[in-house]
């Protein structure tokens, strides 16, 4: 089984920076596309940004200019650095990832647990 493992979430207050971190827990799995969304109470689930194996790049609107999200293949890490937070940036962000084990081709979804981001006035 494998598992995306997020760590970096937190308290942080307007205007200051976090950088979320993602592992995919077993080499043999690679992610062709890694990403982030996230989520608030009573809303679905959104799209933050994404990276491909190749590094092209997907953000929201509401990311881009102030978030940055990054790959590091030889750790099978995705990172999402996020500067200049809001309060509407409060929500809980779960690491999103279409992993394909090595030597097959079809990919599968898998998502992680989620980490808590509360950004204070």
């Known amino acids: 089984q494998v598992r995306l493992v997020e760590s970096g979430g937190g308290l942080a207050q307007s205007g200051s920076s976090l950088r979320l971190s993602c592992t995919i827990s077993?080499?043999?799995?690679?992610?062709?596309?890694l990403g982030w969304y996230r989520q608030t109470p009573g809303k679905q689930r959104e799209l933050v940004a994404t990276?491909?194996?190749?590094?092209?790049?997907v953000y929201a609107d509401s990311a881009k200019d102030r978030f940055t999200i990054s790959r590091e293949n030889a750790k099978n890490a995705v990172y999402l650095q996020m500067n200049n937070l809001k309060p509407e940036d409060t929500a809980v962000y779960f690491c999103?990832?279409?992993?394909?084990?090595?030597?097959?081709?079809?990919?599968?979804?898998?998502w992680g647990q989620g980490t808590q981001v509360t950004v204070l006035p």
């Open positions: 999103y990832g279409e992993l394909v084990r090595a030597g097959e081709i079809r990919s599968r979804t898998y």
């Open positions: 077993r080499s043999i799995f690679i992610g062709k596309i």
């Open positions: 990276i491909s194996v190749g590094e092209n790049t």
